[in-house]
Structure formats: structure tokens, C-alpha cells
């Protein structure tokens, strides 16, 4: 099973962009789809973008055309490119890694704030 650790979040303004990575350690992470996710004060957490393991992409509504997805399968990363940051999009957000029976892994989350 493989670990995640994210980087990269921090405090913009709005237009912005932020470039989120998370490092897999372990084995197996081309085996895993993986996602973003994250979590504003007092609301669920939602999934933002997610990979699978051949490559397809999901977007949530509200950031299609402003996130892209990646995986670098090589590096044990994958990333979320955010352009054109919003004050909604302030939240933590986290890397999730899933696979077959029910193999589940999630990072620490890092804090993005877009604000002026």
C-alpha cells in the first residue's frame, strides 16, 4: 500500500494559479486511481479531479476548464494544475488513492487560500 504526502498549497489571490503535488511511497501506485479532494470550513468534503490508472480524467463542474489532472507514474506524483483560483476554491485539499477490495489511502491535506 502506498502513502501520500501532498505540497504546494498556500494563499493567492484571485486569477491566480497553484500547482498541487503529492508523492506516493510504496508500491503498487500505478495500480491506483487517485484523486483530489477538499474540504471547506463547515462543508463536506468533495472530489475535485480524479486520474485513473489508464489515464482518464473526471472533473468536478466547478473547476472544469480551470484544474487539470496528472500522473507521472514514474515519479509516484500526480498533480492538480489550478488556474484562474476562485475564493471558493479555499480549502484543504487532499490526495485520496484507491484500488481493488477496498484498498483506500489518503494524505494529510494542504491548506489553499484564495483571497485579496
Known amino acids: 500500500q502506498v502513502q501520500l504526502v501532498e505540497s504546494g498549497g498556500g494563499s493567492v489571490q484571485p486569477g491566480e494559479s497553484l500547482r498541487l503535488s503529492c508523492a506516493a511511497s510504496?508500491?503498487?501506485?500505478?495500480?491506483?486511481?487517485l484523486g483530489w479532494y477538499r474540504q471547506a470550513p463547515g462543508k463536506q468534503r468533495e472530489l475535485v479531479a480524479a486520474?485513473?490508472?489508464?489515464?482518464?480524467?473526471y472533473f468536478a463542474d466547478s473547476v472544469k476548464g480551470r484544474f487539470t489532472i496528472s500522473r507521472d507514474n514514474a515519479k509516484n506524483t500526480v498533480n492538480l494544475q489550478m488556474n484562474s483560483l476562485k475564493p471558493e476554491d479555499t480549502a484543504v485539499y487532499y490526495c485520496?488513492?484507491?484500488?481493488?477490495?477496498?484498498?483506500?489511502?489518503w494524505g494529510q491535506g494542504t491548506q489553499v487560500t484564495v483571497s485579496s
Open positions: 510504496g508500491s503498487g501506485f500505478s495500480l491506483y486511481t
Open positions: 485520496k488513492g484507491s484500488r481493488g477490495a477496498g484498498v483506500v489511502t
Open positions: 486520474i485513473t490508472t489508464s489515464g482518464g480524467t
